[in-house]
């Protein structure tokens, strides 16, 4: 329709607004202002173009015409209206709702006026307003179904619970019952804490739609939510018998069964839905993070690795239920197949460095040094940037006594860590150890400082370093502080109370020493050729040299004990 055929019909429509408009209208208390023929066409123009201006886009300027139709014939309610439409849409709704008013008052018989009142009036937040209009557009037009919608909505969006429960109901008779209806009843009926009555409402849906699985289903949940535990187990019961191949029933089963305590049935639910294709993958692994997350018992881990091989089954060569199926054996403890599996997986696909890690893991726990020596490195030349794979390349380098190595792979990796003291600290406690076999002391003695800078509670490094300093007759004085902090923090650690037994014996506390030393026997030292060997030492200088050289003795049959020792036994003397 081009420009002059929409002036013609908007002079159409505003001759017919126009012909009923008043011919005279009061300006004040004393004066009255005479509407003439011309001012209503004049006005009819104006109002046209000010339209045209709104359709065209210019909101401010159509504002503007309609301000001076209203000028001209104050008394017209269709300007009001249309100056309230265009104030609501700038979102001025004070003014929008003044327009309004004035365009009802005018024109109380126009329904539209009242609709745009009521709704400017909601958006204003004037709810007895937008309540009582509605009430009047309903008794005015009873068979208007939007006004009765909008009305039950009115109590609904208000509070008045019971009212719009009236209105619904009404709205059933004419419609029906329907899903969209019942729903909205029985949250309402929720609001108000009637469970039973929100309950009828599902069973109605249910009556009429007998093998529709979705109505059980909104039933099972309401149920469930509300600890109706027989209902809901009934309801979800109805839908596998309706449908027994919906995996989802069966993951809803689960979680029910898991909420009201009975693990076994939830577990057996879960396997059920866990078989089932149509249920995807992704879904299923993050069914298993929420079902077994956090702390678990040694239970439910093994319910999870069973699960993992349902899914290693049910998508064979599939690297995401491969990977998990891995991260469950893991969990479990079984290294040795976690490790297998997981070469094969990083064999064809080597970008996941969260599964490299395990496999680190793997391999410390299973002892193989040579393993973690070789995959650290691996890992290394495709992360460069992340620092526990040096960690790793530097203790099992240590524990293969490739000292030189393992210093470089610590020193270097320690320079990537951020944010993390701990590893930080384990960083510079390993250094000090390694440092301490290449017998660098000053620079062993500077990494142990830095990790007790980052934890003074570190009780195995204040050992380390005490009996190293120790060893060497060195700071006893800071080497017995340090030993007696560790027994302190750990007091029943045989390599503590020996330490600190055997930095006393270095100061010539030999009494003292011994009865730290027998506190070291006594929490599992017997079975230590060092501990031992220190026992009959310390012995010797008590002057029991004949029960020194039996503890010598028994330190041989151990594996652990000082070049020394064939040499005190066979003199029955102490070298030191």
């Known amino acids: 329709m081009n420009h002059l055929i929409k002036t013609i019909a908007f002079s159409a429509i505003l001759l ?58 104050p008394d017209d309610p269709a300007a009001y209206y249309e100056k309230a439409r265009i104030l609501q849409a700038m979102d001025r709704d004070d003014e929008a709702l003044t327009s309004a008013k004035k365009a009802v008052a005018l024109g109380p018989d126009n329904k539209w006026y009242k609709v745009l009142f009521a709704n400017i009036s909601k958006a204003a937040g004037n709810y007895d307003d937008y309540v009582s209009t509605y009430e009047e557009l309903v008794k005015a037009y009873p068979k208007n179904m939007n006004f009765l919608q909008e009305m039950a909505f009115a109590y609904y969006f208000t509070g008045d619970y019971r009212d719009a429960i009236k209105s619904y109901n009404k709205i059933e ?37 007998p093998d529709d699985p979705r109505y059980y289903a909104l039933l099972a949940e309401y149920c469930s939510k509300h600890q109706m535990n027989d209902k809901a187990e009934w309801a979800y019961n109805k839908i596998v018998e309706i449908n027994p191949d919906d995996p989802y029933v069966h993951i809803s089963l689960a979680d029910f069964y898991k909420k009201t305590g009975n693990d076994e049935k939830s577990f057996e639910e879960l396997k059920i839905g866990f078989t089932n294709p149509k249920l995807d993958l992704k879904t299923k692994i993050n069914l298993l993070f929420n079902y077994y997350s956090g ?43 976690a490790q297998d599996l997981l070469y094969k997986i990083l064999k064809k696909d080597n970008s996941n460095y969260a599964l490299w890690e395990e496999l680190l893991f793997c391999d410390l726990y299973l002892e ?32 293969l006594k490739d000292y030189v190595k393992a210093k470089a792979y610590l020193e270097s990796g320690k320079e990537f860590v951020v944010n993390n003291n701990a590893l930080l600290e384990q960083f510079y406690s390993t250094l000090g150890d390694t440092y301490n076999e290449l017998e660098n002391y000053d620079a062993s003695y500077k990494a142990y400082d830095q990790a007790l800078k980052i934890n003074p509670d570190n009780a195995i490094v204040l050992n380390n370093y005490a009996y190293y300093l120790s060893l060497r007759s060195v700071n006893l004085e800071k080497a017995a502080t340090m030993a007696k902090k560790a027994v302190d923090l750990d007091p029943y650690n045989q390599n503590n109370l020996d330490t600190y037994a055997w930095v006393l014996y270095k100061q010539g506390k030999y009494k003292e020493a011994l009865e730290w030393i027998k506190k070291a026997i006594a929490n ?49 003397k102490l070298y030191e």
């Not at 650290?376 to 099992?396: H, K, R, T």
């Open 16 to 73: 017919l607004i126009f012909s009923c408009s008043a011919s005279k209208h009061a300006t004040d208390k004393n004066t009255e202002q005479v509407v003439t023929q011309n001012d209503r066409r004049q006005e009819a123009n104006i109002f046209i173009q000010a339209v045209s201006e709104r359709e065209s886009g210019n909101i401010e300027k159509s504002l503007d015409m309609f301000n001076k139709a209203i000028r001209i014939d």
């Open 173 to 209: 008779d004419w419609v029906g019952v329907n899903e969209r209806l019942s729903t909205q009843k029985a949250q309402i009926y929720d609001k108000m804490a009637m469970p039973d009555s929100a309950v009828a409402e599902y069973e109605k849906l249910i009556k009429i739609h």
């Open 295 to 337: 702390d678990l018992s040694e239970k439910q881990k093994k319910q999870a690795l069973e699960l993992s091989e349902i899914l290693k089954k049910t998508y064979p060569d599939n690297i995401l239920s491969e990977s998990f199926h891995a991260s469950m054996l893991y969990e479990n403890k079984d290294y040795e197949k």
């Open 368 to 399: 193989e040094y040579d393993a973690l020596a070789k995959d650290s490195e691996d890992v290394i030349d495709l992360f460069p940037s992340y620092p526990l794979p040096y960690f790793f390349a530097g203790i099992s380098n240590f524990q």
């Open 524 to 572: 599992g030292g017997n079975n230590s050729g060092v501990v031992l060997e220190h026992y009959g030492d310390i012995l010797y200088k008590t002057g029991d040299k004949e029960e020194a050289l039996s503890y010598w003795k028994l330190a041989k049959k151990q594996k652990d004990y000082s070049i020394l020792l064939d040499k005190k036994i066979a003199d029955g």
